[in-house]
């Protein structure tokens, strides 16, 4: 009989690490997404929640630390790293393997493998995209505000960066908890239901992100027009 190869413990630790980050990102998305959408009750909450964020309460000036935000910002950026660390020995290297994956996404109609492909092309565009975000907010942390904020995205281009960042966000977080939740508990009994409760967080993250995305846009059409930011505009 042929013997089985051992891989040893290492590829179940890189799994581990890779579901305990992607997981952790996943669940950050969900607040920060909440928390931006801030915007939609008015441009005072939106301030408010930016100064609570740079401890505005802990700062005798009042105005608070941008040492929190670039803080958080490597928090997220060293999940970020080792999730991809992790992740990255799953990704084809060459054209053959890319060849060889299409093929079998064609024949296989499968949902779980449809799963995985949707992860590793979202996967893949968050890499570029996301360090993007990431080290403006590390580089600008003084630089965030109704008002900064809506003139980044208007004049800056951040309505495209968000635009691209937000549905390739969303679809990756949500998939990767959903095959998190079917890895570590097999015996979930509905996965009917956990897909459309999937799908529909999918489509809440999106409009919340959608109108605080708008509001921000119509904030800065607003400011270039020489006009100031009220509640409701
Ligand atoms: C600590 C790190 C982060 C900070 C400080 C941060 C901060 C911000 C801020 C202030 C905005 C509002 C627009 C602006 O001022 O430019 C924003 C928008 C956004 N961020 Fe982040 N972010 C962080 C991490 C992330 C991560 C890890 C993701 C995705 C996985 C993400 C996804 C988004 C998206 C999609 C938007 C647009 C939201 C919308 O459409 O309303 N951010 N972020």
């Known amino acids: ?9 290492g590829p179940a630790r890189m799994d581990l690490i890779q579901g305990l980050c992607g997981g952790l990102l996943a669940l950050f998305l969900l607040m920060h997404l909440h928390l931006e959408a801030s915007i939609l009750i008015g441009p005072e ?48 290297i060459e054209f053959r393997q890319w060849r060889a994956l299409s093929r079998h996404l ?24 996301l360090p993007v975000h ?22 800056e281009g ?12 969303v679809l990756h977080a949500v998939v990767g ?16 239901t956990l897909r459309r409760l999937a799908a529909a967080v999918v489509v809440y993250l999106l409009v919340l992100g959608g109108f605080s995305l708008g509001a921000h846009v119509s904030n800065g059409l607003s400011l270039n027009q020489g006009k100031t930011v009220m509640a409701g505009n």
């Open 134 to 155: 990431l080290i403006t907010m590390m580089t600008q942390p003084h630089h965030i505000g109704v008002e900064p904020s809506a003139l980044r995205i208007v004049n």
């Open 106 to 129: 064609g024949h296989v109609r499968h949902g779980g493998t449809w799963l995985w492909g949707a992860q590793l092309l979202t996967g893949i565009a968050l890499m570029l995209v």
């Open 177 to 192: 908890l959903v095959r998190l939740v079917l890895k570590w508990w097999p015996n979930f009994g509905r996965r009917r």
């Open 45 to 92: 909450a939106f301030d408010a929640v930016a100064w609570f964020l740079h401890a505005g309460w802990a700062d005798p000036a009042g105005h608070g630390y941008a040492a929190m935000v670039v803080a958080a910002a490597l928090i997220v950026l060293s999940l970020l790293g080792l999730h991809v660390w992790a992740a990255l020995r799953r990704v084809p």
């Open 1 to 9: 009989m042929r013997k089985l190869i051992s891989f040893g413990r």
């Open 158 to 169: 951040g309505w495209l960066l968000y635009g691209l960042l937000l549905p390739l966000a």
